[in-house]
């Protein structure tokens, strides 16, 4: 939903360092990421800070999940990749190594997956920097008639 | 050859037998043993009234209580590294030393930890113990640590309870939950341990961050 990136983000881990050097907040162990209705569960999320509060997290994990209410309906978003990094300023998160996103139905697997929250929209690009192949396979779900038709205003 | 030729006497018949025994080996035997029994008698006698003028005065109980044997107002304390800098300051309003475990008490202690690529640490709370070889400190009530981020930035505001500080080794330690403010975050955690040298502070247990997000 549009108003997540409003809402404080919270975060529950096993445990947490504050490293000063480079300025995060390091969470490890079964870490939970909350933010409105977006939620992130990962291995590691290193968070870092600037004077307006959270600035960006990057998540780790066996995949890390990632789950989002869509704006005014009852659907989600569902993703998944090695990396995660989430940009709280823009709303945009890059889901890097074997990323999957499935958006109400329609899916979308590629090396490396950019879904904008804001604007509820995603792209694949190639992998350069990933091991798959860079291939990229997309699944769009057929409407129905009637969400067709439901949808024109 | 007759068995006892020790003894001269004849063994007398069955009509003296007593009468034979005391002026028989008996006789003989006073003549040794009776000195003997007198000079015991004596070292006995002496002994016993030597412990008894030694023994000490009756006293109270021997083990020590807690009692304190000074206190000192307004204590501050500085101790220096190697290179003459000052390292870590320990004020208290007032610290009380106790004879029996050589530990101390402090009514309000302040502990301040500086020095060159050091965090600055501040640490504050209503009381506090410095161990016998005072290579610990624990704070105890309304806890409260800052500490200085090493770039620009807000400093790290911790709360709790309890807190054991080992000075001489850059360590701040607790069991105890601890709240940490650090900048627009919130994080709480079960226990924390926080190194100088490594310059990271850490929460374990479940730990939660909350953090705003103005926009």
Redesign the interface.
Same mark, same amino acid.
């Given at each position: 939903e549009q108003a997540d990136?409003? %809402?404080?983000?919270?975060?529950?881990?096993?445990?947490? %360092? @504050?490293?000063? @050097?480079n300025?995060t907040?390091v969470?490890e162990g079964n870490v939970m990421f909350t933010?409105g209705t977006l939620t992130i569960t990962a291995d590691r999320v290193d968070?870092r800070?600037d004077?307006?509060?959270?600035a960006s997290g990057e998540a780790t994990g066996q995949p890390v999940f990632m789950r989002q209410k869509m704006e005014g309906r009852d659907e989600y978003m569902e993703a998944h990749g090695k990396r995660a990094l989430y940009d709280?300023r823009t709303g945009i998160v890059k889901l890097i190594g074997n990323a999957y996103i499935n958006q109400a139905g329609d899916e979308l697997r590629g090396g490396v997956i950019v879904y904008d929250m804001r604007t509820e929209r995603y792209q694949a690009q190639g992998a350069a920097d990933d091991s798959s192949k860079g291939r990229i396979r997309a699944i769009i779900r057929p409407r129905t008639t009637q969400e067709t038709g439901a949808a024109k205003p | 050859m007759r068995a006892d030729h020790a003894c001269p006497g004849h063994l007398g018949g069955a009509t003296g037998p007593l009468r034979s025994m005391t002026d028989g080996p008996f006789q003989q035997a006073s003549h040794f043993w009776l000195p003997l029994v007198i000079v015991g008698g004596l070292v006995v006698l002496t002994t016993w009234l030597g412990q008894l003028a030694e023994q000490p005065l009756p006293q109270a109980p021997t083990v020590l209580r807690h009692d304190p044997d000074y206190f000192v107002e307004n204590f501050n304390a500085t101790a220096y590294d190697v290179s003459g800098q000052p390292r870590y300051h320990l004020t208290a309003v007032r610290l009380t030393h106790y004879m029996d475990d050589d530990t101390a008490d402090l009514i309000a202690p302040r502990f301040v930890r500086e020095g060159a690529g050091v965090a600055r640490v501040v640490v504050r709370s209503l009381r506090g113990v410095v161990s016998a070889n005072g290579d610990t400190v624990d704070f105890i009530g309304d806890v409260r640590m800052l500490r200085e981020r090493l770039q620009d930035g807000p400093p790290i505001d911790l709360t709790t309870d309890y807190l054991r500080a080992y000075p001489d080794r850059d360590l701040v330690v607790t069991n105890k939950p601890v709240l940490i403010k650090d900048g627009g975050g919130q994080l709480r955690g079960a226990a924390m341990q926080a190194d100088g040298k490594q310059k990271t502070l850490e929460l374990s247990g479940r730990v939660k961050g909350i953090y705003e997000t103005r926009h």
């Open positions: 990136r409003t %809402r404080p983000v919270q975060i529950e881990a096993d445990s947490v %360092r @504050l490293d000063d @050097l300025k907040a969470y933010q968070v800070q004077d307006k509060g959270l709280a | -």
